[in-house]
């Protein structure tokens, strides 16, 4: 069965300190994708990051990086000089490959709110 | 390019009610899923709907069932409400296809039960 792991329940930085969001997974699949969602007070969930398991190159996107570690099983997130805009609920999330009659259902950690203060 | 969008926003029903949902995908989108968001439990998965057949679902009761019109829209139906389905229930749509594509998401139906 998967599994998802988000220790780290709530958050709090002021602005523009860096924080780093962990992720943990368990998967018996040798190929897996990971992804990482944004759910502001709005409530919609934003897609952020979709990494697949043979690509462990570290992502940057603007202020936004991504650390891929397969031999701890982990997808942890950084937000460097973060800004209240980031404040947050993010969620890490696993899916399979769809192969072998399985579905592409995403499995959710429990979340990190994010608390970005002025 | 419209996003995917749900009806309606919110709703309040009483326990034993039946309820649907609706939501419309985003063009182009085969893959339509549905997770529920309740307090304290996360985020799980309900449904996945593609090409109008259900693919999977999740460990949720028989009471929670949709289906998936030709234009790719979807309903989620709940029969039988009890005070814990009360949740947001969030849909999603994605390409169809390897790898999995990335599931875009609404803004969801916050689900109320008395």
């Known amino acids: 069965a998967q599994k998802v792991t988000q220790a780290q329940t709530e958050i709090s930085v002021v602005e523009k300190e860096d924080v780093t969001l962990d992720c943990v997974y368990e998967?018996?699949?040798?190929?897996?994708?990971l992804f990482w969602y944004k759910q502001p007070p709005s409530g919609e969930l934003v897609f952020l990051i979709r990494r697949n398991s043979f690509d462990e190159q570290n992502e940057i996107s603007g202020r936004y990086s991504w650390n891929f570690q397969k031999s701890t099983s982990s997808f942890n997130f950084t937000i460097t000089a973060s800004q209240v805009v980031d404040s947050a609920v993010y969620f890490c999330a696993l899916s399979d490959d769809g192969s072998g009659g399985s579905n592409y259902k995403l499995t959710f950690g429990k979340g990190t709110l994010l608390t970005v203060n002025p | 390019e419209a996003g995917v969008t749900q009806s309606p926003t919110h709703l309040i029903k009483t326990r034993g009610q039946q309820v649907t949902l609706r939501c419309s995908p985003i063009?182009?989108?085969?893959?339509v899923y549905w997770y529920q968001q309740a307090l304290g439990l996360g985020l799980q998965f309900l449904l996945w709907?593609?090409?109008?057949?259900?693919?999977n679902r999740g460990n949720f009761p028989p009471r929670f069932s949709g289906r998936q019109f030709p234009n790719y829209s979807s309903e989620l139906n709940v029969n039988a409400l009890e005070l814990e389905d009360s949740a947001l229930y969030l849909c999603?749509?994605?390409?169809?296809?390897?790898?999995?594509?990335?599931?875009?998401f609404g803004p969801g139906t916050r689900l109320t039960v008395t």
């Open positions: 998967t018996r699949d040798t190929t897996y994708y």
């Open positions: 709907y593609d090409e109008g057949e259900e693919r």
């Open positions: 999603a749509s994605s390409f169809t296809g390897d790898p999995p594509y990335e599931q875009y």
């Open positions: 063009s182009g989108h085969t893959s």
